[in-house]
């Protein structure tokens, strides 16, 4: 099976679950549906209010837990060290599992501040067994340099906004250079059009594949790990196939070429923006 690996030796797989949203007894069936279709890892954040309902759907599906990647993110309102440390141990009892696989800090908030202080107590988190491997979302290569210089520790993932009409070129090959994982929120847009122009549909046609699929593939082509939701086990089982698909470079570069200046879904830019 395809998987992307970190500096460290850390492994995920080609594709993931996204559960924003997918909350309450639906949501854990939901992601015990994804896991049984071959799911093996799943994304999840304080701030989704899910981690309940996915631990729920980890434990539900009966799958070896040491063969599945249960992800949490930690919200800008606790990036205070101790608040943070406080955050993490309530994402653990909220899981219900016995530890959680990979911690991300959801997004820098830079004119907070706080972000090498919420760094430093994933790190603490890591050492106290509390999660076994830190990574980042949302930020940006001074962000990453500048945990990495004040605490010595490099993160695994950075988990970013990433699809056809947001390609992140530059980004991508800053991580792949620094073996940091990229993987990508809102991999098929979101409902912004991205999959449904003409030369994805060709390229889909070409393959005998849906336009998402196409999308989902140009990400796995170019060494990314997108997270699609889809709370459908029909649609979970097409989008995890995905990853078998091969495009040819010339169509890799014709989806990347549907880049634009203004392609974020909103206008989130993490030298400024801020989410608690």
Do not use: C
Not at 26 to 45: F, I, K
Not at 191 to 210: D, F, L, M, R
Not at 238 to 254: F, Q, R
């Amino acid at each position: 099976m395809i998987e992307q690996r970190a500096h460290d030796g850390f492994a995920l797989p080609a594709i993931g679950l996204g559960t924003y949203k997918l909350n309450g007894i639906a949501g854990a069936a939901a992601v015990r549906s994804a896991v049984e279709n071959g799911y093996r890892l799943l994304d999840s954040a304080f701030r989704y209010e899910n981690e309940g309902a996915v631990g729920r759907g980890v434990r539900d599906s009966g799958t070896e837990r040491s063969s599945l990647i249960f992800t949490s993110k930690l919200p800008g309102r606790h990036h205070d060290y101790d608040a943070a440390l406080r955050t993490i141990e309530e994402s653990v009892f909220r899981s219900g599992l016995d530890a959680i696989d990979l911690y991300l800090v959801h997004w820098p908030n830079p004119i907070t501040g706080r972000y090498v202080e919420a760094w430093r107590a994933l790190v603490e988190a890591r050492e106290r067994g509390l999660v076994r491997h830190i990574g980042v979302s949302n930020f940006l290569p001074e962000h990453l340099e500048r945990i990495e210089a004040e605490t010595g520790v490099r993160p695994v993932v950075n988990q970013i906004e990433l699809h056809p009409f947001f390609p992140q070129v530059d980004a991508v090959e800053y991580h792949r250079e620094r073996g940091i994982i990229t993987e990508a929120w809102s991999p098929v847009g979101r409902g912004n059009g991205s999959a449904e122009q003409p030369v994805v549909g060709e390229i889909a046609a070409a393959h005998g594949i849906t336009p998402v699929q196409a999308v989902l593939a140009w990400h796995v082509a170019r060494g990314v790990v997108p997270l699609p939701k889809s709370a459908d086990p029909g649609r979970q089982r097409e989008n995890l196939a995905a990853a078998e698909v091969t495009l040819s470079p010339e169509e890799i570069e014709a989806i990347t070429a549907l880049g634009r200046p203004d392609g974020r879904l909103k206008d989130q830019d993490p030298a400024r923006y801020e989410e608690f």
